[in-house]
């Protein structure tokens, strides 16, 4: 399986807070985890030519992974539409935090994908409402973060074909946290802690969330559909 996790690698540059708790970027901290796992895992950042995803990168990806705040509006619009290309092809997608608000995340789900946030530093519980779904193997009954970000209702999403996680933050608001969809033959899995300036994908069960998430998410070889105009079958 190849893996690429990319990411604007700008709070990291920025924000010396931010580069304690992530001294690789972002996209290197969740790269080394997934590699303890998976052999193929590469990142790409917003500033590498074509933001890192070219076209022999995206032919080659089974899951992509986009982490995005500071600049969704610099990431070209031609790139976005290779990766949507990509996705309805059947290479997954998993989005975090502030990338549902990200180009490709609102193309793909056709809305406005805005919520209500507050950076005070809740503490939040993810309860898993779906104990069957394989990405929350490992997991138990709720994962708990000491510090994140409140996202709150009304998440202007579509309805998810599968709920995963609901978020309950100490404020008093709730989140659909852990979320799926389908896209053509492709599989995308929105999940919603990962705050900059907390150590957030330093926690195991994230981790492992994650790591669940790829495995789901992942392109299978299942025969592609052909559309249009359409001769009869043979006869049997």
């Given at each position: 399986?190849?893996?690429?996790?990319?990411?604007?690698?700008?709070?990291?540059?920025?924000?010396?807070?931010?580069?304690?708790?992530?001294?690789?970027?972002?996209?290197?901290?969740?790269?080394?985890?997934?590699?303890?796992?998976?052999?193929?895992?590469?990142?790409?950042?917003?500033?590498?030519?074509?933001?890192?995803l070219t076209d022999e990168v995206l032919a080659n990806t089974d899951v992509l992974?986009?982490?995005?705040?500071?600049?969704?509006?610099?990431?070209?619009?031609?790139?976005?539409?290779?990766?949507?290309?990509?996705?309805?092809?059947?290479?997954?997608?998993?989005?975090?935090?502030?990338?549902?608000?990200?180009?490709?995340?609102?193309?793909?789900?056709?809305?406005?994908?805005?919520?209500?946030?507050?950076?005070?530093?809740?503490?939040?519980?993810?309860?898993?409402?779906?104990?069957?779904?394989?990405?929350?193997?490992?997991?138990?009954?709720?994962?708990?973060?000491?510090?994140?970000?409140?996202?709150?209702?009304?998440?202007?999403?579509?309805?998810?074909?599968?709920?995963?996680?609901?978020?309950?933050?100490?404020?008093?608001?709730?989140?659909?946290?852990?979320?799926?969809?389908?896209?053509?033959?492709?599989?995308?899995?929105?999940?919603?802690?990962?705050?900059?300036?907390?150590?957030?994908?330093?926690?195991?069960?994230?981790?492992?969330?994650?790591?669940?998430?790829?495995?789901?998410?992942?392109?299978?070889?299942t025969p592609t559909p052909t559309y249009g105009n359409h001769k009869a079958l043979?006869?049997i």
């Amino acid at each position: 399986m190849n893996i690429v996790v990319w990411n604007e690698y700008r709070h990291e540059k920025k924000d010396l807070e931010v580069a304690e708790i992530y001294p690789n970027g972002i996209h290197g901290t969740i790269a080394a985890f997934l590699q303890e796992d998976y052999e193929n895992v590469k990142t790409a950042t917003l500033d590498e030519p074509e933001h890192g995803l070219t076209d022999e990168v995206l032919a080659n990806t089974d899951v992509l992974i986009w982490w995005g705040h500071l600049a969704h509006d610099e990431v070209s619009d031609e790139v976005v539409e290779k990766v949507k290309h990509r996705v309805l092809e059947g290479m997954g997608l998993i989005v975090l935090h502030s990338a549902h608000f990200s180009k490709i995340f609102k193309t793909l789900m056709g809305t406005g994908c805005d919520l209500k946030w507050r950076e005070a530093g809740d503490k939040e519980r993810l309860w898993v409402v779906d104990p069957t779904h394989p990405i929350t193997e490992g997991i138990g009954q709720y994962i708990e973060l000491e510090q994140e970000e409140m996202y709150g209702e009304h998440f202007d999403i579509p309805a998810p074909d599968e709920l995963i996680f609901i978020g309950w933050f100490s404020g008093g608001e709730v989140f659909r946290s852990g979320a799926t969809f389908k896209r053509g033959k492709g599989k995308i899995f929105y999940f919603q802690p990962g705050h900059e300036t907390h150590p957030t994908y330093h926690h195991k069960d994230i981790q492992q969330v994650i790591k669940n998430g790829v495995r789901w998410a992942a392109s299978i070889n299942t025969p592609t559909p052909t559309y249009g105009n359409h001769k009869a079958l043979e006869q049997i």
